[in-house]
Structures are given as structure tokens and as C-alpha cells.
T-cell receptor, first 115, second 111 residues
Framework: ETGVTQSPTHLIKTRGQQVTLRCSSQSGHNTVSWYQQALGQGPQFIFQYYREEENGRGNFPPRFSGLQFPNYSSELNVNALELDDSALYLC??????????????FGPGTRLTVT | GENVEQHPSTLSVQEGDSAVIKCTYSDSASNYFPWYKQELGKRPQLIIDIRSNVGEKKDQRIAVTLNKTAKHFSLHITETQPEDSAVYFCAASLTGNQFYFGTGTSLTVIP
């Protein structure tokens, strides 16, 4: 077990609503990344937080936003939900020990369904 | 941005045979290449990774090779077992800030 946890496990929302997903990093990890995984697809990078600052962002609109807290836990917020936002949302934590040393471990994911 | 392509999308092998999955990447600056195994309904799990300063890495029945000149890397599984059946994803990253994933390979090992 990697130690990365996410909540909730499943969530059903209506189009136009807002949602907050939560992630607790593995102990000692200072970096959290969020991914969207549509059915049958690979994870798509949303953004990464390192020491509470956004450290990279994929090709997602501004209605996808995030936060990282001093204890390195993180939130993903999605506003104005669209049907295409239905997916598995994964967070992954890592600890960057050096320029080539940053293994990433995934949480179990939150399954979001937008109706 | 980085673009990672993965082939094949599905692969069936007989138990005991070898399986090879190939990925190409577009950004020559990418320097970290992990492979993940995802079983149905479960989280992706890191199974092996390779960094740009080495060309090959082995871990028991699993090996990964990297050709930086051609910008491709491959996963090799030898002596496959039914429990190897899963979806495998390759990924590429520059300094661990962003990870770009392939579209996945569904591996089936036939007993």
C-alpha cells in the first residue's frame, strides 16, 4: 500500500455544479500531481503542486484549480461541471530527492460522474 | 508539449512467452520514463522506471530499455504469468514536474 489516499471514492454531480476532491500525500512527500483518466485512456496531467505552489499545468481550462496545504495534502476544484468531466481523478505524490530522483505513487482515485 | 505514443493497444501472449510494449516520445528533453501497471478498478502502480542517464534496467522478469537518439523506450516482460494481465502505461517526464502518459496496452496472458 502506497499511503496516498483520496476522498470521496465516488461522486455524482449535475452539470454546472462545482466539486472538490481531496488527496492526502504519502508521508514525507512534498509534491502532488492531479490527473484525469477517462475510461479506456491514459491519465492526463492536470497540474502539480510543490511546496504549496503550482509547479506545472497541463492543457486544462481555468475552471480546474487546486490547492496544496502546509501538510502537503491537496484539493482539486472543478467549477461549472460539464458532462465530459466524468472520469476517474487520480492524485499522485512524490518526493524530489534530486534532478533524476522523483518516483510518483498514485492514490486510488475518485470516480466522478456528471449527469 | 510532450507527446507519448504507445503500441500495441492490445497484446495477447501465451503463458511463459515474452511481451514487449513500445513507446515513443517527442520532447528530447524528457529524462524520466516510468511504467505503470493498472489492474481493473485499481490505481496505477509503478513497476519499473528508467532515467536518461542509463540505457537499460532490469528487475527480475521486467526490463526497460531506452534509446534517447530514437526517442523510444520499451517494456519487456519475460516468462509471462496470468497475473501479469493488466493495462500497462508508459510515461515521460522532464525533471518530474509533468508526466505525460501513453494510451495504454491491455495485456492478456493466456494460461
Amino acid at each position: 500500500e502506497t499511503g496516498v489516499t483520496q476522498s470521496p471514492t465516488h461522486l455524482i454531480k449535475t452539470r454546472g455544479q462545482q466539486v472538490t476532491l481531496r488527496c492526502s500525500s504519502q508521508s514525507g512527500h512534498n509534491t502532488v500531481s492531479w490527473y484525469q483518466q477517462a475510461l479506456g485512456q491514459g491519465p492526463q496531467f492536470i497540474f502539480q503542486y510543490y511546496r504549496e505552489e503550482e509547479n506545472g499545468r497541463g492543457n486544462f481550462p481555468p475552471r480546474f484549480s487546486g490547492l496544496q496545504f502546509p501538510n502537503y495534502s491537496s484539493e482539486l476544484n472543478v467549477n461549472a461541471l460539464e458532462l465530459d468531466d466524468s472520469a476517474l481523478y487520480l492524485c499522485a505524490s512524490s518526493f524530489k530527492r534530486g534532478p533524476l530522483d522523483y518516483e510518483q505513487y498514485f492514490g486510488p482515485g475518485t470516480r466522478l460522474t456528471v449527469t | 508539449g510532450e507527446n507519448v505514443e504507445q503500441h500495441p493497444s492490445t497484446l495477447s501472449v501465451q503463458e511463459g512467452d515474452s511481451a514487449v510494449i513500445k513507446c515513443t516520445y517527442s520532447d528530447s528533453a524528457s529524462n524520466y520514463f516510468p511504467w505503470y501497471k493498472q489492474e481493473l478498478g485499481k490505481r496505477p502502480q509503478l513497476i519499473i522506471d528508467i532515467r536518461s542517464n542509463v540505457g537499460e534496467k532490469k528487475d527480475q522478469r521486467i526490463a526497460v530499455t531506452l534509446n534517447k537518439t530514437a526517442k523510444h523506450f520499451s517494456l519487456h516482460i519475460t516468462e509471462t504469468q496470468p497475473e501479469d494481465s493488466a493495462v500497462y502505461f508508459c510515461a515521460a517526464s522532464l525533471t518530474g514536474n509533468q508526466f505525460y502518459f501513453g494510451t495504454g496496452t491491455s495485456l492478456t496472458v493466456i494460461p
